[in-house]
Nanobody
């Protein structure tokens, strides 16, 4: 059973930084793509970034490009380093995993609040 557990959310001022972590377990992820999404109140869940486990190639939403960095280690943890945070980055951030075209697995989410 795949489990994704996010951590690292919190309250930060505009311009600050946070690092989110996603601990993945339950299978080998070498053929997976891991991603971060976010959902603000009253809005749909939106893509933030993803990383291909095998070669660490990455892809970002335009809204976070240059400010956020997705990475992973060799211990099944995926990170999202968030710098230069803005109030519009406030959302619940979710970690996801996919082996095909759709995300199959999701974590429970972690709240990020950026104060102005």
């Amino acid at each position: 059973q795949v489990q994704l557990v996010e951590s690292g959310g919190g309250l930060v001022q505009t311009g600050g930084s946070l690092r989110l972590s996603c601990a993945a377990s339950g299978r080998t992820f070498s053929s997976y793509i891991m991603g971060w999404f976010r959902q603000a109140p009253g809005k749909e869940r939106e893509f933030v970034a993803e990383i291909r486990w095998s070669d660490r190639s990455t892809y970002y939403a335009d809204s976070v490009k240059g400010r956020f960095t997705i990475s992973r280690d060799n211990a099944n943890t995926v990170y999202l380093q968030m710098n230069s945070l803005k109030p519009e980055d406030t959302a619940v951030y979710y970690c996801g995993a996919r082996s095909g075209g759709r995300y199959d697995y999701w974590g429970q989410g972690t709240q990020v609040t950026v104060s102005s």
